[in-house]
């Protein structure tokens, strides 16, 4: 186990690409001694914020790309999704109301709300030339 790695991957943006994504997380989550209940949420916040790029910042556009950086320190991992696309303006969300979404069985809009929960810190970078969602996990106290 290296206390400090840096693993990097680039793919399409497209959710036929969720898979090696979500295994691409996994593997060097795993390998850096995060528990597999921390490697499922990485897995989920990870999926969310990929889709949310696909989605919102390419409208779909599978001819773009998404540059996704690991960074394991001996504290935590954090974990950088890039893209070209349309920026995410944060001041600009608002919470879900979620009791009112499941009792109207309404799905999505979830995404950045689950995010937050699963991680312990999230912040958003824009950049002239790329956006950046940064998604921070610490590790175990017993790594």
């Known amino acids: 186990m290296n206390k400090t790695a840096t693993y990097r991957i680039t793919v399409s943006a497209s959710t ?4 090696e994504v979500r295994e691409f997380v996994a593997l060097h989550a795993r390998k850096q001694g995060f528990s597999s209940k921390q490697v499922s949420d990485l897995q989920l916040a990870v999926d969310e914020a990929y889709t949310n790029i696909i989605k ?4 779909n556009n ?4 998404v ?3 690991l960074s394991f320190d001996p504290d935590k991992l954090c974990i950088s999704l ?3 696309g349309n920026s995410f303006e944060p001041e600009s969300y608002n919470l879900p109301d ?9 799905r999505g809009g979830m995404g950045v709300y689950l ?3 699963l991680m312990d810190s999230v912040s958003y970078h824009q950049n002239p030339d790329k956006n950046e969602i940064r998604l921070c996990k610490k590790r175990n106290e017993t790594v």
């Open 16 to 19: 036929e690409k969720l898979s």
């Open 56 to 59: 919102h910042a390419y409208q």
């Open 62 to 65: 599978s001819d773009e790309s």
């Open 67 to 69: 540059e996704i950086n």
């Open 82 to 84: 890039f893209d070209y």
């Open 98 to 106: 979620i009791r009112k979404k499941i009792k109207e069985k309404k």
């Open 115 to 117: 995010i937050h929960q």
